[in-house]
């Protein structure tokens, strides 16, 4: 049987073919992080505006779930990332963009600040790093993509 598969193989050779990323070209999108991020700041928002003196079950639920959603959304966020950094890029980007790494390392931590904490200012830095993002990964693909937020 392995000398016929080997006989196939010799006869019938594969072409060789190559690929610049793991899938197919359009998998790829920091779209999906800016998302996440946005709902991140829209909860760190909505966590910001409560009455801290009320002390009633509803707003104590209302709190827990904008919390729930901040720290999921900025799991997601911060998945979405690491997927686009460790499974696109490739060594030639960093030639483009040689601190591509420490980008993407600041935005990561920025997603994790944005689960421990409730800071309007992390949650605005989250999004500002993810723009650059946005500006690094069209850039590669040698196209001006616009940047735009829900809000």
């Known amino acids: ?17 190559s690929a610049h990323c793991d899938g197919p070209c359009g998998v790829y999108d ?6 996440a991020a946005e709902a991140v700041l829209s909860m760190t928002k909505k966590i910001l505006a409560l009455n801290p003196g009320d ?4 707003t104590a639920n209302t709190l827990s ?3 729930a959603i901040k720290e999921e959304q900025a799991q997601i966020a911060k998945d979405e990332l ?8 490739k060594p030639q980007h960093l030639e483009q963009t040689p601190d ?24 605005e830095a989250l999004m500002a790093a993810i723009e650059d993002i946005h500006n690094i990964f069209w850039a590669t ?3 001006d993509v616009a940047y735009y937020t829900a809000a």
Do not use: G, Q
């Not at 000398?3 to 060789?16: D, G, I, N, R, T």
């Not at 591509?100 to 421990?116: D, G, Q």
């Open 55 to 58: 002390n009633s079950h509803a």
């Open 65 to 67: 779930r904008y919390i």
């Open 141 to 143: 693909k040698n196209r």
């Open 100 to 123: 591509l790494h420490t980008k993407f390392w600041h935005a990561a931590k920025l997603c994790s600040a944005s689960k421990v904490e409730v800071s309007l200012e992390k949650a």
């Open 30 to 35: 920091p779209a999906s992080a800016r998302i």
């Open 82 to 89: 690491l997927i686009l950094w460790t499974d696109y890029f």
């Open 1 to 17: 049987m392995k000398k016929l598969v080997s006989l196939y193989k010799k006869w019938f050779p594969a072409e060789p073919v």
